[in-house]
């Protein structure tokens, strides 16, 4: 690569002296010179040869001198290395140029080898800004990419380290939920396009900010589906109570985005939340064209058909206990043991709550009502018809009741 050097003094014999001293650099590629006679040359010819990489310029020259030059090349955005010229003992001029940005200086009358060695000197000087700047145009690429995926400071912190989401996956420990919203695809074929893409746009904005406030990384955004993981790429101890958090913080939002829909005319459904946790392979599979960070294994499976579990078993939140099991102090009413696709044995499932919503009188209504469930006790009927008398809207409660009425015993349940 060629080296552009802008050359500002108006000795007139200058020109060919350097020509001349350098004649094997420019014969072989490695230096061009382009020449000013003063300040006001030299700015002309940065703008007709864009190309400069660094200016040698004398002090005192006609019209512009070189300190008045050196300063309007400081104002600019990329502020040109700069090699000033001055007459030997001028000191005061040499201390002021050094001061103003001038990255070095050689004394008139010019030693040339001085001169080469000053030059290559600056030239690798801009190679190292230059491939910091590469470096840092790269990063501030990666980050907007990354942004979409990952919360600001997990974006930032993997911007720079290009290693962290390479092609391929490594099998880690990690928590993950699905979001969706119940009966959207009917209810989009009845919605104007002018009225779905502000929909989509606001719930999708804020399920994803929240996931971010929680360091999740969001994995898919598919239509109004959203796959999130905690513990990847970045190692979070505590990613099973980070994704119980974020479900719960997930749920209110959707709860009133939903209300406020409605009070529109726009009858938007529930959104169903399922949240597992075990090992997953985890990596960016998208090939060389296409960054697609997601993961694979039993654990997204699950998680996957607990979000769909919701809509037989009337939550709107559905965790797995394994999951519940990573989380210190996990509060939740056991919803029962599914018997999952493709699994011989139950899972235990949870309906995570908030610890204000646990130490409730509907809460240990339930809880006693399913303890008898479990235990086989004859009078869990009795128990959650009492218990749907006083907490109507539990839905979750009236499941049971209504499969213990159709001869169901146990916690078992067989999904849909």
């Known amino acids: 690569m060629t080296t552009r050097i802008l050359v500002v003094d108006d000795e007139p014999d200058l020109e060919t002296l350097i020509q001349q001293k350098f004649r094997h650099q420019i014969r072989n590629g490695a230096i061009?010179?382009?020449?000013?006679?003063?300040?006001?040359?030299?700015?002309?010819?940065?703008?007709?040869?864009?190309?400069?990489?660094?200016?040698?310029?004398?002090?005192?020259?006609?019209?512009?001198?070189?300190?008045?030059?050196?300063?309007?090349?400081q104002e600019n955005e990329e502020k040109l290395s700069t090699v000033i010229v001055s007459a030997y003992g001028d000191m005061a001029n040499i201390r002021t140029a050094m001061n103003g940005g001038a990255f070095d200086f050689i004394t008139k009358p010019i030693d040339f080898p001085d001169l080469e060695a000053t030059i290559a000197k600056t030239i690798r000087h801009v190679e190292v800004l230059r491939e910091a700047q590469r470096r840092q145009a790269a990063a501030e690429r990666a980050h907007a990419?990354?942004?979409?995926?990952?919360?600001?400071?997990?974006?930032?912190?993997?911007?720079?380290?290009?290693?962290?989401?390479?092609?391929?996956?490594?099998?880690?420990?990690?928590?993950?939920?699905?979001?969706?919203?119940?009966?959207?695809?009917?209810?989009?074929?009845?919605?104007?396009?002018?009225?779905?893409?502000?929909?989509?746009?606001?719930?999708?904005?804020?399920?994803?900010?929240?996931?971010?406030?929680?360091?999740?990384?969001?994995?898919?955004?598919?239509?109004?589906?959203?796959?999130?993981?905690?513990?990847?790429?970045?190692?979070?101890?505590?990613?099973?109570?980070?994704?119980?958090?974020?479900?719960?913080?997930?749920?209110?939002?959707?709860?009133?985005?939903?209300?406020?829909?409605?009070?529109?005319?726009?009858?938007?459904?529930?959104?169903?939340?399922?949240?597992?946790?075990?090992?997953?392979?985890?990596?960016?599979?998208?090939?060389?064209?296409?960054?697609?960070?997601?993961?694979?294994?039993?654990?997204?499976?699950?998680?996957?058909?607990?979000?769909?579990?919701?809509?037989?078993?009337?939550?709107?939140?559905?965790?797995?206990?394994?999951?519940?099991?990573?989380?210190?102090?996990?509060?939740g009413r056991p919803v029962g043991d599914l018997m999952l696709r493709g699994r011989i044995e139950g899972m235990r499932a949870f309906e995570p709550l908030r610890p204000e919503q646990y130490d409730t009188a509907a809460t240990k209504s339930y809880l006693e009502a399913f303890a008898k469930l479990e235990s086989g006790d004859p009078g869990a009927i009795a128990a959650f018809a009492a218990h749907i008398g006083k907490v109507a809207d539990d839905q979750l409660g009236s499941f049971h009741l209504k499969r213990l009425l159709n001869g169901a015993t146990g916690t078992r349940i067989a999904m849909e």
Request: aromatic share 8%.
């Open 32 to 73: 061009s010179f382009v020449f000013a006679r003063d300040g006001v040359d030299a700015l002309a010819a940065l703008t007709a040869n864009p190309d400069v990489d660094m200016v040698v310029t004398d002090i005192n020259m006609p019209r512009m001198d070189g300190l008045t030059l050196l300063k309007k090349l």
């Open 145 to 331: 990419s990354l942004s979409r995926y990952f919360s600001p400071n997990l974006a930032e912190r993997l911007a720079g380290d290009s290693d962290a989401v390479d092609l391929g996956g490594q099998r880690r420990e990690i928590a993950t939920l699905f979001t969706d919203i119940a009966s959207f695809t009917a209810l989009v074929e009845t919605l104007e396009p002018s009225v779905l893409g502000p929909l989509l746009s606001e719930y999708v904005g804020g399920m994803t900010d929240i996931v971010f406030a929680h360091d999740g990384t969001v994995a898919k955004v598919i239509g109004d589906a959203l796959h999130v993981l905690f513990g990847a790429p970045g190692e979070q101890p505590d990613h099973a109570a980070r994704a119980v958090t974020c479900a719960l913080a997930l749920d209110d939002f959707a709860e009133t985005f939903r209300a406020g829909w409605h009070k529109k005319g726009v009858a938007l459904g529930v959104t169903r939340i399922g949240v597992h946790a075990g090992p997953a392979i985890v990596g960016n599979f998208g090939g060389g064209r296409f960054f697609d960070y997601t993961a694979y294994g039993d654990t997204i499976n699950v998680a996957a058909r607990l979000e769909a579990g919701n809509k037989q078993l009337g939550t709107r939140i559905c965790v797995s206990a394994p999951l519940a099991a990573k989380v210190t102090e996990f509060r």
